[in-house]
């Protein structure tokens, strides 16, 4: 009797341990991220290795990684290139992957564009026709953001790279010819051409409604060049050499007036006010052993924001800097090659 007795007490000391704090509760499920205002950025991941990312920087300034794969339990795909917004939907093109994600502002994956060859940048020209520059098909990609797919081509020679949308024409950067294209996007035929530098890799349009293309000099072909067009009669207005073929700058940007141009050169950020009659070369940010890779400007705040890539293998880091005074204000843990920008607001 007093084994049965004793049975029954350690059933109801263990029935009373599993009600009071024994029990299995999971893990609390953490707050959803807010993307409505932040900083996207595309993290190109090294080439074949599948390893591009996205992360972002929340309006409390808190980042967070690998937000895409979070969001789908998938990858990315190989080297994120470049991200868009249109149309409250996001866009990242995946450069070696031949394809462009569609998602949501909450980062909800909507479909793919497929089948492109090593697809760069992007203008949208209504809900159904964008272009899409590339590196390889000596091609102009059509594509329809509406319904996620590829619906023609353009012809051009060679690598297309930087691409916009002004008033009635969009303006392609050829990067092998020399020259920035000039496409009626009524027709999709290339209408005229602009003759530039050697390599030009990136442009902006500024207040004055002016076109400004930064040419690389190609592989240290020729001298790089930084140079302004009018548009109504593409007359090459401005022509600034920089003397030091061993130079490459890139990443052309203007501030939220359009009044100043910003570029980057090695280990520094540049700016040039669009009124100068010669090549200023004012620096307003130099680093140490930084290897600056990419350069956006907030175009609110007109804080400039610049990537740093290490050494292409471990994690990057992206700085906020004062363009006042050239101090570095916040920095970031980022992915891999940390690259292209996006201002959600």
């Not at 024994?22 to 190109?44: M, W, Y």
């Not at 496409?183 to 442009?203: A, F, K, R, Y």
Request: one cysteine or more; a negative charge.
């Amino acid at each position: 009797m007093m084994r049965w007795n004793l049975h029954i007490a350690l059933l109801l000391v263990t029935a009373l341990l599993l009600g009071n704090g024994c029990r299995r509760t999971d893990p609390p499920t953490p707050d959803p991220i807010d993307f409505s205002e932040g900083v996207l950025l595309a993290n190109e991941g090294n080439f074949t290795w599948g390893n591009a990312s996205l992360s972002f920087v929340d309006a409390e300034g808190t980042i967070h990684q690998n937000v895409f794969e979070t969001k789908t339990e998938r990858p990315l795909g190989d080297v994120a290139q470049s991200l868009y917004l249109y149309r409250d939907q996001i866009y990242v093109v995946v450069n070696n992957s031949g394809k462009i994600e569609r998602m949501a502002r909450n980062l909800d994956t909507e479909c793919a564009i497929t089948g492109l060859i090593s697809p760069r940048e992007m203008a949208f020209i209504s809900p159904t026709k964008a272009y899409v520059t590339d590196l390889y098909a000596s091609a102009i990609s059509i594509v329809n953001p509406s319904e996620c797919s590829l619906s023609g081509e353009i012809r051009v020679n060679g690598w297309t790279e930087a691409i916009l949308s002004y008033q009635d024409k969009v303006y392609a950067a050829g990067y092998d010819a020399g020259v920035v294209y000039v496409i009626d996007p009524g027709t999709d035929q290339v209408i005229d051409s602009l003759e530039t530098g050697e390599g030009p890799v990136s442009m902006g349009i500024d207040a004055n409604g002016l076109l400004w293309v930064l040419c690389s000099g190609g592989l240290n072909v020729a001298p790089p060049r930084l140079q302004q067009f009018d548009l109504s009669d593409q007359q090459l207005l401005r022509d600034f050499v920089i003397a030091d073929s061993s130079r490459s700058p890139s990443q052309l940007c203007l501030d939220p007036t359009r009044e100043f141009l910003y570029f980057l050169d090695g280990n520094r950020i540049f700016r040039q006010p669009i009124t100068a009659t010669s090549f200023l070369q004012e620096v307003v940010y130099e680093g140490n052993d930084e290897l600056l890779y990419a350069l956006e400007v907030d175009p609110v705040t007109g804080d400039l924001y610049v990537t740093d890539a290490i050494d292409y293998v471990q994690a990057g880091r992206l700085l906020r800097i004062n363009p006042t005074n050239g101090q570095v204000t916040t920095e970031w843990t980022t992915g891999v090659i940390p690259g292209d920008m996006l201002f959600l607001r």
